[in-house]
């Protein structure tokens, strides 16, 4: 496979490392951490550069092959810790090497937090609950409005993030990871990329439509009650919401965290239906470029304009899931290629659908979206799962 080719360097301990034959980066709109896989034979390292066998903190840059010495440092893509070290020595000086890592957020993604000495929040909203119990250094920051949460509490033993999604969930949040190994609070549809991938056009090497219904409810009940009080608005709580593009009988029961209101559970139901309906389509589309028309990195959470014309689809949709490829060689598979996962924005959050007769004319800066409401919830509604500790070459489109 062709592409525009991309010089890859991991930087440790001031070292740039480059020459890998295999790379893997795997941004979603719903992780906290950014996954990579690194892979290259007979490695000529420094001392200082064996640093990243013991997982020290690192940073990977990517410059198109074109702007090599015009650009610097090239874009930062991922700033975090090598999980997993490998080596294997074949026959003669063969010696093979591969690491795995996610950015900083990994770290509070496995681990709970110790050093709060209550585990209780009170009267803070979700970035300054983040920066309560941040004792991993990740770093946290919204482009959102937050409200004030009345009480958080940690359960012990848990790692942090199973609290932070908790939240999330019930804000309609997202905890994106972000190439800097900070995590955004956000939510996702509210810029888009320059150009439009169309079928059978540059740079789509393929693109492949699911249709489904089997993550579809028609009938949303969600049910909770508040930790204090005894009436009826307090007890037994429940409200519904109805998907009238699902044509049989398909119901779904959400228990809330938290004590709520019947207007925020109201809330919640209306947004699990959105993000539910949303799920009926998914795109993957293998590109021969990293990057946009205007030169960006793809993003997660972004908007793009999808034209397919054998299947009538003619709208704009987010990215949820991009994984940057690139595999040097002479054997089949070899090249530089994003396989990008788009979904109907309403699955990641947005009030609406994408819009038809999408132009993606625009500059790559993108600007905020009013249709935007809802993100996180409570299972994924994708099947897909990302083994960022995969070495292996990519096989098929």
Not at 34 to 51: G, Q, V
Not at 92 to 116: E, F, N, Q, W
Request: with cysteine; charged share 30%; net charge negative.
């Amino acid at each position: 496979m062709a592409g525009e080719g991309e010089i890859v360097s991991l930087i440790v301990g001031g070292h740039a490392l480059q020459g890998w034959q295999g790379v893997h980066i795997t941004r979603s709109a719903e992780a906290a951490a950014i996954s990579f896989s690194l892979r290259c034979t007979n490695p000529a390292w420094t001392d200082e550069a064996d640093a990243v066998r013991r997982g020290g903190l690192v940073e990977i840059q990517a410059t198109p092959d074109e702007d090599v010495g015009a650009r610097g440092g090239g874009d930062l893509m991922c700033t975090g810790y090598a999980d997993e070290y490998e080596s294997e020595t074949g026959r003669g000086a063969r010696r093979d090497v591969g690491i795995a890592g996610r950015s900083k957020a990994g770290d509070a993604i496995d681990c709970p937090p110790t050093k709060h000495k209550t585990g209780l929040v009170e009267k803070k909203d979700l970035l300054g609950v983040a920066k309560e119990f941040d004792e991993f250094g990740i770093g946290f920051f919204t482009d959102q409005t937050l409200a004030k949460i009345p009480m958080v509490q940690h359960v012990p033993g848990q790692p942090f993030f199973v609290t932070l999604e908790r939240e999330a969930r019930r804000e309609a949040l997202l905890l994106m990871g972000q190439p800097d190994g900070r995590v955004k609070i956000t939510r996702a549809g509210g810029k888009r990329h320059a150009g439009a991938l169309v079928e059978g056009e540059p740079p789509i090497e393929s693109i492949k439509l699911r249709l489904s219904i089997k993550h579809k409810r028609s009938h949303i009940h969600v049910r909770g009650q508040k930790s204090l009080g005894t009436d009826k608005d307090s007890l037994r709580q429940e409200e519904t919401e109805e998907d009238d593009s699902v044509e049989r009988y398909r119901p779904e029961i959400l228990f809330n965290e938290g004590s709520d209101t019947s207007k925020e559970l109201k809330r919640r139901a209306k947004w699990r239906k959105l993000r539910r309906s949303g799920s009926g389509i998914s795109i993957i589309a293998c590109v021969a470029s990293w990057r946009d028309e205007a030169g960006r990195l793809w993003e997660p959470g972004n908007l793009v304009a999808v034209r397919m014309p054998s299947d009538k689809i003619d709208q704009d949709l987010a990215i949820s899931t991009v994984t940057f490829n690139q595999v040097v060689g002479e054997s089949e598979g070899s090249g530089t290629w994003a396989d990008l996962t788009l979904v109907d924005p309403r699955t990641l959050g947005a009030q609406s659908g994408g819009k038809g007769s999408g132009s993606g004319a625009g500059d790559g800066g993108g600007s905020e979206s009013p249709d935007v409401g809802a993100g996180l919830d409570d299972a994924q509604l994708d099947d897909s799962k990302i083994d960022y500790g995969a070495f292996s070459k990519r096989g098929g489109a």
